[in-house]
């Protein structure tokens, strides 16, 4: 994020993906505005991945917010689309859009995403109190 890096929320796969992707937008920027539609489809096709696993992540969660959460990938994913067609048709990715694109990641990622993520941890910590307790329970059956 122009030299700034992304905020790692703690799960290794989302921050690499999250920074890979961050890095692959940076790249488009140093290309030639008429040179950006294929490196776009490819940052697009990383997207896609990424929210795929973002979705298994709800799903296996039960994640409460998960319609809002998709519906703004859905949103950003449309978006970009439309500059990559654009972009095969002829016509230039400009900065403003990276810088778009930029701000987006990084309000999705704070709000959406480390939502997400404190959710998954919350459920990760009830389940290990519920398996301590009948821990503690067979403990006590055991005396």
């Known amino acids: 994020m122009n030299g700034k890096p992304l905020p790692r929320l703690g799960v290794d796969e989302l921050d690499d993906q ?3 992707m961050a890095s692959m937008r940076e790249e488009i920027r140093l290309l030639p505005t008429l040179s950006r539609a294929y490196p776009w489809l490819e940052l697009l096709e990383e997207f896609r991945s990424h929210f795929c696993l973002e979705s ?6 039960s ?3 998960r319609r809002l959460h998709e519906l703004d990938h859905e949103r950003i994913l449309a978006h970009m689309t439309r500059i990559g067609s654009d972009a095969l048709e002829g016509l230039p990715i400009e900065d403003s ?3 778009s694109l930029e701000r987006w990641m990084a309000s999705h990622l ?6 997400l993520v404190e959710f998954r941890l919350e459920t990760e910590l009830w389940k290990l ?3 301590c307790q009948w821990d503690a329970l067979e ?5």
Do not use: C, I, T
Request: net charge negative; charged share 50%; hydrophobic share 30%.
């Open 110 to 115: 704070l709000s959406a995403d480390k939502s």
């Open 56 to 61: 298994q992540m709800m799903v296996e969660d």
């Open 97 to 99: 859009e990276l810088d």
């Open 63 to 65: 994640f409460p917010d």
């Open 18 to 20: 999250h920074e890979r």
């Open 139 to 143: 403990l006590v059956g055991r005396k």
């Open 129 to 131: 109190r519920e398996e």
